[in-house]
C-alpha cells in the first residue's frame, strides 16, 4: 500500500515537472551566420513540397490537392514556392522563433471548426508510412495563426496549428513589427505543427535542403539556402530543358 502511494505521489510529480516547467523551457539558441531561412520550430520535418499555383499537393477527403490559402488560413500570398511542415511532440520545446529578418506585413487568427488531433499523422509519422500528412483534416480545420513576414527579397509565412490537446496558440508580433532572423515570435501549448511557406523573388532563389523525418531546432537548423544571384524566378527550383523541376537529392521521397 504505502510502494504504491510513493509510486502514485513521484508519477504526479514528475509529471507536474514535465507540465508546467519542462514543457515551458526556453533555451537560449544562436542562430547560424547568413541570411539562410532557419527552423521556425522544434520537431520533425513531416513533408517538403513545392507548390505550384497555389496548389499543395495532400490528398485528403477525395481531393488530390488543397489550397494554400485553406492550409495557411490567408490569401494573397505569392502563388509559387515551397512549403515545409514541422510536427512537434510533447517532448520538444514550443518556443516559435522568426525563419527570417524581416517586417511582419500581415497575421491573421483562425478558430477554425474543431481541433482534430494529429494522431494519425504521428504513426504515420513513427511507423515511417508516407505520404505522413495523408487525409489528416487538421490541415485545414484546426485553430491557426499565420504571420507572413516580409524579407529582403523574399516572403516567409509561418503557420501555428494547434492540436487537439493544445490549449493556445501564442503570437508575439503585430503587423508592422520588424523581427530578426531566430528571434522568438511565440508559442503553442502542447503537441502541435509549424508550417512556413517561403517564395523568392526575381533576385532569390531558394532550396530546401531539410529532409522528411529530420529533427530541427528553432533558430538554428537551416531549412533552406537563400541564392541572392537571381538564378531563379520566384522561389521556385529552376528547370530543365523538358520543363520539369529537378529533385533535390536532400528532400525526403
Given at each position: ?5 510513493v ?5 504526479i510529480g ?5 507540465r ?32 505550384r499555383?497555389?496548389e ?7 481531393r ?23 510536427y ?11 525563419p527570417i529578418?524581416?517586417i ?25 508510412r508516407?505520404?505522413?500528412?495523408e487525409?489528416?483534416?487538421?490541415l ?12 529582403d527579397?523574399?516572403?516567409a509565412?509561418v503557420?501555428?496549428?494547434?492540436d487537439?490537446?493544445a ?5 508575439r ?10 528571434e ?7 503537441g ?5 511557406f517561403l517564395?523568392?523573388s526575381?533576385?532569390?532563389?531558394i ?9 530541427v ?18 522561389g ?5 530543358a ?12
Amino acid at each position: 500500500m504505502k510502494v504504491a502511494l510513493v509510486l502514485g505521489l513521484a508519477f504526479i510529480g514528475l509529471f507536474a515537472i514535465w507540465r508546467f516547467f519542462w514543457f515551458f523551457r526556453d533555451p537560449e539558441r544562436i542562430a547560424p551566420p547568413g541570411d539562410d531561412v532557419l527552423s521556425p520550430a522544434d520537431g520533425f520535418v513531416i513533408y517538403v513540397h513545392p507548390i505550384r499555383a497555389g496548389e499543395v499537393p495532400i490528398a485528403m477527403k477525395g481531393r488530390r490537392s488543397i489550397r494554400l490559402e485553406e492550409l495557411l488560413g490567408i490569401s494573397g500570398t505569392p502563388a509559387d514556392g515551397f512549403l515545409i511542415g514541422i510536427y512537434m511532440s510533447v517532448f520538444d520545446v514550443h518556443v516559435n522563433r522568426s525563419p527570417i529578418r524581416g517586417i511582419v506585413g500581415r497575421r491573421r487568427h483562425l478558430q477554425g471548426r474543431r481541433n482534430r488531433t494529429m494522431g494519425r499523422m504521428f504513426a504515420n509519422l513513427l511507423i515511417g508510412r508516407r505520404p505522413y500528412a495523408e487525409n489528416s483534416r487538421h490541415l485545414v480545420e484546426n485553430e491557426r495563426n499565420t504571420v507572413v513576414i516580409e524579407g529582403d527579397g523574399l516572403v516567409a509565412a509561418v503557420t501555428q496549428i494547434a492540436d487537439a490537446w493544445a490549449n493556445r496558440i501564442v503570437c508575439r508580433l503585430a503587423e508592422g513589427d520588424r523581427v530578426e532572423r531566430g528571434e522568438r515570435i511565440g508559442l503553442i501549448r502542447m503537441g502541435s505543427q509549424v508550417d512556413v511557406f517561403l517564395a523568392g523573388s526575381d533576385r532569390v532563389a531558394i532550396t530546401p535542403v531539410c529532409r522528411e523525418r529530420q529533427h530541427v531546432r528553432a533558430g538554428e537548423s537551416v531549412l533552406a539556402r537563400v541564392d541572392r544571384r537571381g538564378e531563379a524566378l520566384s522561389g521556385a527550383a529552376p528547370r530543365g530543358a523538358s520543363g520539369e523541376a529537378p529533385r533535390d537529392p536532400n528532400l525526403g521521397t
